[in-house]
């Protein structure tokens, strides 16, 4: 402990503290500490974001057929595994390449992790808020996200193998790649564009290909009929109701990780635009659900806590207070329409991830360019990035999802929907013992 | 002071001294990290608090019948809603009046949150331990749970748009009212009645409402006859268990968040405490529902637990640790003869919250009389500070919801308590698709 | 507050800074920045590993038949109350005994636990890393997770009563003592062995006890037959997964808060290990199942990913990133193998927790022998290590079990057990109002 303690921080000319301190080693202890409450803090933000995959996994599973749960929590621990994993083999050093190779648009410095050279790297790193490891970790868990807001989408039809191979690719490779145009340093930076923690660069871009997902696999079967929709019924909403509560709970480390040290005064403003948005997002959605569907609606109130959340991630540290209120408010008025909206138009949408990421992803970084303190900030520039985002994923999301399906189908078949995809691609049930009616 | 206010502010681009530094800087360093642990402790405190608002909803729900089950979801997400809101409308400026305008019972500094004046006023708030924010929110989390409190309790047969205003206004208004009492430097704060982190403050505010609550609404349908009492089943004891575990883990956030800073020995010594007057309280239950109710009742442990948590929560850092263990058994024992002795007297209670939260509040604050370690705390004071609390959340509670009966109804009617709440108020299945028997 | 502070770091030569601060007074404050930092992580850790107690409640109910859910929440539920209880009485200062008793294998500093004297005892204490009081729960949480393990392997067929009184002297007595051996600075510590933060100490002490458990009980009724096995479904997969995301959480802060101390390299190091073995668990099991069993099996990659968790535990630290993706990966390839092979030989382990916290508690114990960057690591000395335990662990869980059933019986009657022993232990249901299909 000690000689490891003597490596680290020897290396950058300092010397532990021991007994009778003089004042240079003083000095490094104040520095030492103030480093090492900056790093604690992205260290309990990184769990923080990571418990938001338990939260998406039991939200999905629970609106969702009960038929279908295995395949969901399948789905959800795959993801995150493949996310850790390519993040740590490419992602990483595709979305921050240090030097780009074509134009500000993309660049990529090699395989694989390794924090650099010695102590001195591993603390100067990140002006010496937190170490190359907490950085990549951080990173690493807000990566596997975008894959799972797809996986809601497109739950209870999608063939397991090609969605596996999906979150690989997008994971691994586009994530990353838009990533690098903002939060890279990338043309998008440069031009001024603003997203804090991720209304675009993480929610719409999972959004986006979610959209694709669910415009290829088409309708589940039964959804949608001559002059007609069939509501297919969540099996379980206390599950859905631990997973918001999670979410939120894991933004708190999304948002307030995102200021990139434990800064006072910059982390706790975000704390509470983050949960005053999440508030006034229920309250919108409660009275929108309650007036247009006359009763009051649980998974309405549920996906405007989220709405509400997605809504202010892109200016959580650049919005008063108040705004932030209005713009979770707002989003959830948004996301109770666009659900409605979606259904009409059949786009099948089971948990309404494309409502809640894609839609209040692109309101709140339009939301920026509305309520933002800071004057550099314009809506155009917001509006040129949500584009450039839409574009960039839509068409890649077309290819990967087109590509599976011309190559080896993204739809289970007919027999297999209707049986349910825990018996037919797991072969087994989410509540053996339990008897549970099949609603086809 | 001031120097770490300007070096803290001047720099949002503050770069960390890395070889070289001069000693007024170095100084400010310091401050600045003692700072900067205070305030993360603190939000992580604050998101702690949080998540005992998916405790109470989890245990709430598994507590009490299927049926039912969307309708608690939804209570207790509006709770942290509406709770967030009003706090930030009106809330936490009346909790905190700074100057009291009449007597030292009432005061109020205007409607909405603003943080002091520049950046000198965010941080020599609170002695520099923690920012106005910081503040604000932990004390928001707070404020939600006083009414979450009442929900249990009259859960299964309140109505909905009552229960949501009656909320309101408690949590708007009697909460931080009776809170700044103490807290926010009243009169019996001056009298010198002492409450940590809340037996009295928010568990019996929120306990009397409940008490209430449950005798204007009367018993559910079939609970009591003629000669006995028919038990109404939980429907989902994993959720109620999940429920207590979240909650002994929030508690860590609301007892060691009450120290208000990191400060390393109080801070552990509460985690301490709470933990060994939780885990009595288990014991505590376990032995003696074992002996009276013959066989080992999940549910009275699990309540064990809880009791044990409130108990301790007036004194958690002015006793010692063996104190505490016995604080927190005596608690678990109440607990099963208070559950025993409401549902005697025929006080339906489905979730046992009078006895948790009222029986074991009242007991965890005259208990400070009796084991502190500070001599200035008096048994009769704090017997002052309980009968005081009492009589003015009777009366408010009484006043509310006695007006809401007499407006508007408070109660659903028999048919839609019947059907459930889930079909007659939300008109949705918290799970579609499975067979659960109506047990009415 | 102020005065708080005041007395605690005035014992120790310290005067808090003021507004113009000396030398040595802005020396106290960096030091106690500093202290105070890495005592704020070591609770955080705290509460982490607090809440994998309710991931196992969850996993182990989620993996057995409803008809005996009550009796495995109770259980888990006992277990950290009688943890945390035995651990102040006696297993603290069993495990630090300070001097040893009998050779380097057994001490004991007397009953209860109390902080040194005075704020200097307080401080000084771990190298001013955290208090007495957070040493204690730190690692009282840990200690009431060996028992868990246990709890999963003889579940649905054991004696509630005969479990309680196993898990009070294994956690009270066993556990400690042999802890002592490494982390109380014993035989095996002055040997060389290495066990960062409990492959060996905490999961195979654990996984021992299942062991012995299990086959003195024998296997659950109906499971094994003439020439087949009957499988006896988990009624509750969500549970199952919520209840692996919570331990991965919570392992954050047992090999996190292992560093003993905040220190941002290696807390971090230790993370980014830890995650990438539970990552490569994952996949590791997603192959060798989907191989081996033909259907991609959810069970299996959440007990992959527990293995890869359980793996990576002795040596999080000292092992290079990649080396900790392949022993993830192992455990995971080994977890599902090791798995079927217990079912084979007619071992009935419910949940696979001899598989995941044994086997893969070997396997890590082992691979730091394999994979260390520290040359002083030998496979040897590993070797030693683990067949030391095997050895102590074996012989004291079969005394105890054995003792247990020649006095009052270990297994409930047949009729309980075909009951259920919810009813028959309990006299209630995990989920009243459900129809549940008993499936014997």
């Avoid at 918001?244 to 800064?263: E, I, K, R």
Wanted: hydrophobic share 50%.
């Amino acid at each position: 402990m000690v000689k490891k303690l003597l490596c680290l921080f020897f290396a950058v000319g300092f010397v532990l503290a021991q007994s009778t301190v003089g004042f240079a080693e003083e000095a490094s202890v104040a520095a030492q500490a103030m480093f090492t409450v900056n790093n604690t803090w992205m260290l309990v933000a990184t769990f923080l974001v990571f418990i938001m995959h338990l939260g998406f996994a039991t939200l999905e599973a629970g609106l969702t057929q009960a038929k279908n749960t295995v395949n969901i929590l399948f789905k959800n621990t795959s993801i995150i595994a493949i996310g850790l994993l390519t993040y740590a083999i490419c992602g990483f050093n595709l979305m921050y390449p240090g030097d780009f190779s074509i134009g500000q648009f993309f660049g990529f410095s090699g395989f694989g992790i390794a924090s650099p050279e010695g102590a001195a790297g591993l603390i100067e790193y990140a002006d010496g808020n937190y170490t190359y490891w907490t950085d990549f970790l951080f990173q690493a868990m807000f990566a596997a996200t975008a894959a799972t807001i797809v996986s809601g989408a497109v739950a209870e039809r999608i063939k397991l193998s090609s969605f596996l191979i999906f979150t690989t690719i997008y994971v691994g490779l586009v994530y990353p790649i838009v990533g690098s145009w903002k939060w890279g340093g990338g043309w998008l930076d440069q031009m001024g564009f603003y997203d804090f923690a991720g209304s675009t660069l993480v929610h719409s871009v999972g959004g986006w290909a979610a959209l694709v997902g669910v415009i290829l696999l088409g309708p589940r079967l039964g959804k949608y009929f001559k002059g007609g929709i069939r509501p297919i019924l969540g099996h379980n909403l206390p599950l859905v109701t631990i997973g918001v509560f999670l979410l939120w709970l894991g933004w708190f480390g999304f948002n307030g990780g995102s200021v990139l040290s434990a800064d006072p005064g910059l982390v706790s403003l975000v704390f509470v635009t983050t949960s005053l948005a999440a508030a006034a997002g229920i309250i919108g959605a409660m009275i929108t659900s309650w007036i247009a569907q006359k009763k009051p609606d649980l998974t309405m109130i549920l996906n405007g806590c989220l709405a509400g959340l997605v809504g202010i991630t892109a200016g959580a540290d650049t919005v008063t207070v108040c705004s932030a209120a209005i713009i979770g408010g707002i989003a959830g008025v948004i996301v109770v329409f666009s659900v409605i909206f979606f259904d009409r138009i059949k786009i099948d949408d089971p948990v309404g991830a494309i409502s809640v990421h894609l839609v209040c992803g692109i309101w709140g970084t339009l939301a920026v360019g509305i309520f933002s303190t800071n004057p550099d900030h314009s809506f155009m520039t917001q509006l040129i990035g949500v584009a450039a985002y839409g574009a960039f994923c839509l068409a890649s999301a077309f290819a990967i999802f087109g590509g599976l399906k011309a190559v080896m189908g993204i739809r289970v078949t007919e027999i297999e929907e209707r049986q349910g995809l825990d018996i037919s691609e797991h072969g087994m049930e989410a509540y053996g013992g339990f008897q549970i009616f099949t609603t086809q």
